[in-house]
């Protein structure tokens, strides 16, 4: 396909041909993701990023990566969000991360860490009961989730218990559903 674009960066009109490229990209510590980017090409061969969209291309990446890692995607965190009715004050604060970090989860503009995916897939296993848990104090959401999931070996925080509680280990597995942390 052939488009024709305003490039603020030649202040020129150009016509350009879509193309995408199947690249490796290194997206944290992931190395030689395989993506397919999307640039318009110009007229002398040089490639750009979409005039309309620019930061696609990041998107794949990012999107490659939580495959990869088999993390949650930004509409599945939003959804358990939404599914338990909380804004996005208050599901940050029942995680313990701050509502600016979740905010660019869900839109897309930053990865989350191993450990916020595994609080994102804690709660959506737990979602059913966390209204019950759920209190306006993070502490005491914390606590509850804690009490609540450990007799089914989920962690919570850094800890992993096992059933008799003499394992603990920084993130740990959830062995119920084959989640390695």
Not at 21 to 33: A, P, T
Not at 35 to 62: C, I, Q, R, T
Not at 72 to 83: A, E, F, M, S
């Amino acid at each position: 396909m052939k488009k024709r674009f305003y490039n603020p960066e030649l202040n020129s009109y150009d016509v350009y041909e879509e193309v995408w490229i199947s690249e490796r990209v290194n997206v944290k510590d992931e190395k030689g993701l395989l993506v397919k980017n999307h640039y318009w090409k110009d007229s002398s061969g040089e490639l750009w990023a979409d005039f309309d969209n620019p930061m696609e291309n990041v998107y794949e990446s990012f999107k490659a990566y939580r495959k990869k890692k088999s993390f949650l995607t930004p509409n599945q965190i939003k959804g358990i969000r939404n599914d338990l009715n909380l804004s996005v004050r208050e599901f940050a604060n029942i995680l313990g991360i701050s509502s600016s970090t979740l905010t660019k989860i869900e839109n897309n503009h930053r990865i989350q860490t191993k450990y916020q995916d595994q609080l994102f897939k804690l709660v959506a296993l737990n979602k059913n009961n966390l209204n019950n848990l759920v209190s306006t104090n993070n502490d005491d959401a914390i606590n509850n989730i804690n009490s609540s999931v450990k007799e089914n070996k989920y962690f919570i925080k850094d800890s992993f218990y096992n059933e008799d509680k003499s394992s603990y280990e920084i993130y740990g597995i959830n062995r119920d559903i084959g989640v390695i942390a």
